[in-house]
């Protein structure tokens, strides 16, 4: 089942009564309106964004949240998010996942890595084919990357990737402190790397234990490394927010709920189709499968399949869609300026 994500932008009280989050809104109450209360199963929520100075949280709610695996961001005076609260104790052998994840041997890392990569740069090929520009070259160094990627395909890939994907009168260049649209951008990718932070503990892995990101300084090492080829799916949204034309220099309140659906995005896997939330947990226990040595590849979504015979790489084709002919429930069991972001 897809969890909700709750975003608040105003003056709240969150509280818990009888298992469900009971949410107060003064302005609301203020004005004499009868929804200035509502109630939510705990339940039926993934994730909790509180984005305002005058929210207040008790306790006991925080406690109910992460119990159920919620994650919970909080931003800062700038509406940036600042923080990641996720629950100490996420699956039933946590601790055997454990050995296996810290135990894993210098050459699967380096497999998972290039299994990453190469699904990371096809996705990103994938939306350069959407938009009708050449992408033979991001096909053909997908293929070619190496265990552990000595060769920085990522890197050729990423600069290519950026230089064409937005509108040339643009002038984009990728930076974490850059203009707009990377306002968009690291928003976007802030609530993603949350979703995977959460789908990663859930899966009873070691989120600050990445496969190839070893900043000493992050604690989500593993959630950058399995969030890269889920990136793509935040650029489509932020793409399609420019090409309808909106304002994209200020992370107004209707652009951030477009970001915050990244977690409701249907993603396409070789099994089928999942919303983007129940897919990462999808990955992450492929993830830690492979650890145990019980599968010897992870599970990542595919925008489209290069390998189609028909396929056109410089040809645009509205028609041509990589979800699987039926769908199904997946069922629960970098550039470098993006790899810290601001939490």
Same mark, same amino acid.
């Given at each position: 089942?897809?969890?909700?994500?709750?975003?608040?932008?105003?003056?709240?009280?969150?509280?818990?009564?009888?298992?469900?989050?009971?949410?107060?809104?003064?302005?609301?109450?203020?004005?004499?309106?009868?929804?200035?209360?509502?109630?939510?199963?705990?339940?039926?929520?993934?994730?909790?964004?509180?984005?305002?100075?005058?929210?207040? *949280?008790?306790?006991?709610?925080?406690?109910?949240?992460?119990?159920?695996?919620?994650?919970?961001?909080?931003?800062?005076?700038?509406?940036?998010?600042?923080?990641?609260?996720?629950?100490?104790?996420?699956?039933?052998?946590?601790?055997?996942?454990?050995?296996?994840?810290?135990?894993?041997?210098?050459?699967?890392?380096?497999?998972?890595?290039?299994?990453?990569?190469?699904?990371?740069?096809?996705?990103?090929?994938?939306?350069?084919?959407?938009?009708?520009?050449?992408?033979?070259?991001? $096909?053909?160094?997908?293929?070619?990357?190496?265990?552990?990627?000595?060769?920085? !395909?990522?890197?050729?890939?990423?600069?290519?990737?950026?230089?064409?994907?937005?509108?040339?009168?643009?002038?984009?260049?990728?930076?974490?402190?850059?203009?707009?649209?990377?306002?968009?951008?690291?928003?976007?990718?802030?609530?993603?790397?949350?979703? $995977?932070?959460?789908?990663?503990?859930?899966?009873?892995?070691?989120?600050?234990?990445? *496969?190839?990101?070893?900043?000493?300084?992050?604690?989500?090492?593993?959630?950058?490394?399995?969030?890269?080829?889920?990136?793509?799916?935040?650029?489509?949204?932020?793409?399609?927010?420019?090409?309808?034309?909106?304002?994209?220099?200020?992370?107004?309140?209707?652009?951030?709920?477009?970001?915050?659906?990244?977690?409701?995005?249907?993603?396409?896997?070789?099994?089928?189709?999942?919303?983007?939330? $129940?897919?990462?947990?999808?990955?992450?226990?492929?993830?830690?499968?492979? !650890?145990?040595?019980?599968?010897?590849?992870?599970?990542?979504?595919?925008?489209?399949?290069?390998?189609?015979?028909? $396929?056109?790489? !410089?040809?645009?084709?509205?028609?041509?869609?990589?979800?699987?002919?039926?769908?199904?429930?997946?069922?629960?069991?970098?550039?470098?300026?993006?790899?810290?972001?601001?939490?």
């Amino acid at each position: 089942m897809i969890k909700r994500t709750l975003y608040f932008s105003n003056p709240a009280y969150l509280n818990l009564r009888d298992q469900q989050l009971q949410i107060d809104l003064p302005n609301l109450k203020a004005l004499g309106k009868e929804d200035a209360k509502k109630h939510i199963p705990i339940e039926d929520i993934g994730i909790v964004i509180l984005d305002h100075q005058q929210i207040t *949280i008790t306790h006991a709610c925080m406690a109910a949240l992460l119990a159920n695996n919620v994650a919970l961001i909080t931003c800062n005076h700038t509406h940036h998010p600042v923080g990641l609260l996720l629950p100490i104790d996420g699956h039933h052998t946590q601790s055997e996942r454990y050995k296996y994840q810290i135990e894993a041997s210098q050459p699967l890392k380096k497999q998972l890595w290039q299994q990453t990569i190469q699904a990371k740069i096809l996705n990103q090929a994938a939306v350069l084919f959407e938009r009708g520009i050449p992408c033979e070259n991001m $096909v053909h160094w997908a293929k070619s990357v190496k265990s552990g990627d000595p060769d920085n !395909y990522e890197g050729r890939a990423a600069a290519y990737y950026w230089k064409n994907v937005f509108p040339k009168k643009l002038d984009f260049f990728r930076g974490r402190e850059g203009d707009p649209p990377n306002n968009l951008l690291n928003y976007g990718y802030a609530i993603l790397r949350a979703i $995977v932070a959460r789908g990663i503990v859930s899966s009873g892995l070691i989120p600050t234990l990445g *496969i190839h990101h070893k900043n000493k300084y992050n604690a989500y090492c593993l959630a950058d490394d399995v969030m890269e080829p889920y990136r793509p799916f935040v650029d489509k949204i932020v793409l399609k927010i420019i090409d309808d034309g909106e304002n994209f220099l200020d992370l107004s309140t209707p652009i951030k709920s477009k970001l915050l659906g990244i977690a409701s995005v249907d993603v396409s896997f070789e099994r089928g189709t999942s919303p983007l939330m $129940v897919g990462v947990q999808y990955t992450t226990a492929s993830l830690a499968k492979c !650890y145990e040595g019980g599968m010897r590849k992870i599970n990542y979504p595919i925008i489209k399949d290069f390998d189609a015979k028909k $396929v056109k790489l !410089y040809q645009r084709n509205e028609n041509m869609s990589l979800a699987a002919e039926e769908e199904i429930k997946l069922i629960r069991p970098t550039d470098e300026d993006d790899r810290s972001l601001p939490f």
